[in-house]
């Protein structure tokens, strides 16, 4: 298996940033909370009032970082701009606004289990246009960390997946999963490019889609309000799961293949867990152990680097 070879300009932050397991964890992690956040916010903002105004400041949080590359890097882009504007569209415009929409009508625990089956996606999307197949030790971690996954959130009883209903809101979020898949594929063919000017052209060119379906949103749903709840809300998604985030999982999947990373995803709710462990109180339990257990090994399993013959 080949995989995209990591972008020739120097990154500022030195080792770090050719660490693809650290990076991708670090993804989760920001994942993970913007989760938790995005459920909270969804009962405040509508979905694409929430998403516009995430990726429209973390824009400008990056582009005074991210213009001297955008001037150096203008050219490149242009060149490859369908790409560039298929993975803008599917990875920031349609993914985020799908995923907001989902959490209005569904439960945390059905969103987590349901991201549990996004490695798959990105196999598919992978193979359908890069032609890159899931080896079997791939496909083996990948189910290894799906277990866990489930022991995790099922508290151990498989018994609790025959209450899961699907509803409208789980298959909006399969839609969204699916579309993510393609926008992790698509990276991988993306122009060697800075990173930061990806991430400015990706969020800006993301946002402006958004502006007509904005339109419709405020004629037909309330504005959101204005205070320090929502403020805060919207600051944590616009650093943490969209610029943070996403410039650790872009470079993490430039170095080692979307097939590699998206197993990953597991951890998000191994993080979550964790999460409620350390600031909600809850418990740890035998469970947790086995579960976590099971993502990691599954994790490792998955993402290590294949052999070559």
């Known amino acids: ?4 070879p990591p972008s020739s300009h120097p990154h500022r932050f030195g080792w770090v940033s050719d660490q693809p397991y650290l990076l991708l964890s670090l993804t989760s992690l920001f994942w993970a909370g913007n989760a938790i956040v995005g459920r909270l916010a969804a009962g405040h903002f509508p979905p694409v009032t929430l998403s516009i105004l995430r990726w429209s400041c973390a824009f400008l ?16 882009i242009r060149r490859r701009l369908p790409l560039m504007l298929a993975i803008s569209i599917s ?6 606004t799908l995923q907001y929409t989902a959490l209005e009508s569904t439960t945390a625990l059905n969103i987590l289990l349901l991201q549990s089956t996004a490695p798959l996606f990105v196999a ?14 791939q496909a083996l971690g990948i189910l290894v960390s799906m277990a ?11 018994t609790q997946l025959a209450k899961i209903e699907l509803n409208r809101g789980d298959i909006i979020f399969i839609t969204a999963l699916a579309i993510f898949g393609l926008y992790s ?18 969020f800006g060119c993301g946002a402006l889609f958004l502006f007509p379906p904005l339109v419709w949103e405020l004629m037909v749903r309330p504005v959101a ?29 430039r170095l080692i293949g979307a097939n590699r990373a998206a197993p990953f995803f597991h951890l ?39 052999k070559t013959s």
């Open 225 to 253: 309000a204005v205070d320090f709840a929502n403020a805060a809300s919207l600051a944590y998604v616009a650093i943490f799961p969209s610029i943070l985030a996403y410039l650790c999982y872009n470079r993490g999947v």
């Open 124 to 137: 598919l999307w992978s193979l359908i246009i890069l032609g890159v197949r899931l080896t079997l030790t």
């Open 148 to 158: 866990g996954v489930f022991v995790i959130l099922l508290r151990g009883d498989v």
């Open 268 to 306: 998000i709710p191994v993080f979550g867990s964790a999460m409620a462990i350390v600031f909600l109180g809850e418990r740890p339990q035998l469970f947790h152990a086995y579960g976590y257990a099971l993502v990691l090994a599954g994790v490792y399993v998955a993402a290590r680097q294949p």
């Open 185 to 202: 594929a698509l990276t991988q063919r993306r122009p060697a490019i800075h990173g930061l000017s990806f991430l400015a052209f990706t």
């Open 91 to 96: 990875g920031i415009s349609i993914f985020n």
């Open 1 to 4: 298996m080949t995989t995209a």
């Open 61 to 76: 949080i990056v582009l005074p970082f991210a213009w001297r590359h955008l001037r150096q890097d203008w050219h490149e």
